[in-house]
């Protein structure tokens, strides 16, 4: 492999777009409202699509021939490397809401710094992925002051959310020796500063919410590494199903 | 108000039917007009959003991420196509929670076809190509209805609800020119979906009792058989491209009518169906009232969030 640190950089952005998507679609025909049905299949739809173009870029620095569809479909659970995060069940609309939150507050800055990479084909996707992240992070970020400040019962659900998601926001950041290679190169921006303008957003969007920030800061993490939560297994059977049960067909 | 008056209203309400001017939200119009056509398009509602269901049960299996984006983008259609109706609904003077909880106590009734399960991914594009195909025949008659809002919404509607059905073709041609088990598969689909595809259009013209007034005030053109009659000629010539063979042995073109003949259909089964008994009318509804009952909180929290803000605005 070219650059086997970019593989596993790009693989990581399009995993998390993957995974998110296809549990944001599970909730296709069961929104709490039509309008927000609409929404949640729509940052399904733009996640995927994001997903397709990360993954047959992967797949081009792989240069294996792998395309998109064979990245999503056919690796074995320990190769996805999705965070953890991501891969939590949707819960109740606020913990979703939550759980999207947590990734769009982190997804924005790292599309806008990935504008100015040096590879021109992640610049690329960057732009067109900022564009739809700007909103899904405008519409996630009212959704938790609503919720947050709504009635005591909204409040309850986005606290009990923000308690148990927030233990696997630190594996957002994840970052290897080869990752620094990359951001030496201008590739990619280092985590630190993406870290920051996410705890700027976090923290202005839960204040406001009156929302509190758990005090027990340990954090899982794994994903990054393919050692996943019991949950992706299920996930994959739904999402590989077709193409293991019926394998080498054009659909 | 006069007998006389009322009568001079419902003539110049049906002049202006018979020149094809558009009933207006605004304009006046007999009670009854206005009743079928809640009970219409609340039902057309109904449908897109309840046809969401048997379609979205695919969304996380689709087998590629195309077919999961175009399929994602699909079901996001009817949902918007629900929401318009909803809206033309509205124009009437009906409150839309109020028609979705008729739904829910089984007093409002949608698309029979939605009771019927989607068990193959062959389902999905037979869906699209049958159940969407019907809809069209259905719609387009409906871009010309005589009541405004109605009448404009179904132009867009028709729109995408063709590129579906063209979707759904498309997606079965991929599966009959694929292996033998896929076309094994789109075969398994038409057997399963044709009949249900064909009770779409409703009872036989002579158990329609509300036919008459509705194509006299135009909001119906066509009646049940003509439009049934009309898909089973459009469809046919497809079903032979794709190589599917339709399961009615009595199928057969009439060189003298110009048309397909084709077998009854079971209307016990269709009666059986729209009266709560089908495969999945017990599921359909309770998942929407699930959504409903469950979203319940988040509404509540909306609508308490934008109390507050209104408050601190006036403080």
Not at chain 1, 89 to 103: C, I, K, S, V
Not at chain 1, 192 to 221: D, G, H, M, R, Y
């Amino acid at each position: 492999m070219k650059n086997e640190a970019l593989y596993n950089y790009v693989l990581r952005l399009g995993d998390d777009s993957l995974i998110l998507g296809q549990r944001l679609g599970e909730w296709c025909g069961h929104g709490p409202i039509l309008e927000e049905d609409i929404a949640m299949t729509n940052i399904s739809l733009d996640l995927i699509g994001q997903a397709m173009s990360l993954l047959n870029y992967a797949g081009e620095i792989d240069g294996q021939g792998k395309d998109h569809d064979a990245l999503a479909f056919l690796r074995f659970e320990n190769e996805y490397r999705n965070a953890i995060l991501l891969e939590q069940p949707n819960g109740d609309f606020a913990h979703t809401m939550m759980r999207q939150f947590l990734f769009d507050a982190f997804r924005k800055p790292l599309y806008e710094k990935l504008l100015d990479s040096s590879d021109q084909q992640i610049a690329a996707i960057a732009e067109k992925s900022l564009k739809e992240t700007r909103y899904h992070l405008k519409h996630t970020s009212e959704w938790i002051i609503r919720l947050g400040d709504g009635t005591d019962e909204s409040h309850q659900r986005a606290q009990k959310a923000l308690d148990l998601l927030w233990r696997y926001t630190d594996e957002l950041f994840f970052e290897t020796e080869e990752d620094l290679a990359l951001v030496a190169e201008g590739i990619v921006p280092a985590m630190k500063v993406i870290k920051a303008e996410w705890s700027k957003t976090v923290t202005a969007v839960l204040a406001e919410a009156t929302l509190n920030i758990p005090t027990n800061n340990w954090q899982f993490e794994g994903g990054r590494r393919g050692v996943h939560s019991e949950h992706l297994g299920y996930l994959l059977a739904d999402l590989q199903y077709m193409q293991r049960a019926y394998p080498n067909m054009k659909w | 108000m006069k007998t006389m008056d009322l009568q001079e209203l419902e003539k110049r309400f049906q002049e202006k039917i018979d020149k094809e001017i558009k009933i207006e939200p605004n304009d006046w119009m007999p009670d009854e007009y206005r009743k079928t056509l809640i009970r219409q398009i609340s039902q057309h509602a109904h449908s897109e959003i309840v046809g969401m269901l048997p379609e979205g049960n695919w969304i996380t299996r689709a087998p590629n991420l195309r077919r999961k984006a175009v399929l994602l983008a699909k079901v996001q259609d009817e949902a918007g196509h629900g929401l318009y109706l909803y809206s033309s609904v509205e124009t009437l003077g009906a409150d839309r929670e109020a028609t979705i909880d008729d739904l829910h106590s089984g007093k409002a009734k949608y698309s029979s076809i939605f009771n019927y399960p989607a068990v193959t991914w062959a389902d999905i594009g037979t869906i699209g190509w049958l159940v969407d195909g019907a809809a069209i025949m259905n719609q387009v008659a409906l871009c010309r209805c005589s009541y405004g809002p109605y009448a404009r919404g179904m132009v867009k509607i028709c729109k995408e609800e063709s590129f579906h059905q063209r979707q759904g073709f498309e997606s079965l041609v991929t599966l009959c020119n694929g292996t033998p088990t896929q076309k094994a598969m789109a075969q398994d689909a038409m057997n399963r979906f044709w009949w249900p595809a064909l009770m779409m259009f409703g009872p036989s013209d002579d158990e329609s009792p509300n036919s008459a007034q509705s194509m006299k005030w135009k909001i119906k053109r066509f009646s049940n058989d003509e439009l049934r009659q009309s898909f089973v000629d459009a469809t046919v010539p497809q079903a032979e491209i794709l190589g599917l063979t339709i399961p009615d042995p009595n199928l057969k073109w009439n060189e003298e009518t110009g048309h397909y003949d084709f077998s009854p259909i079971n209307w016990d089964e269709f009666w059986q169906v729209v009266n709560g008994n089908g495969p999945c009318n017990k599921e359909r509804i309770e998942a929407r009232t699930k959504a409903k009952e469950e979203g319940m909180w988040v509404r509540e929290a909306a609508m308490a969030y934008a109390e507050k803000r209104a408050l601190k605005k006036t403080a």
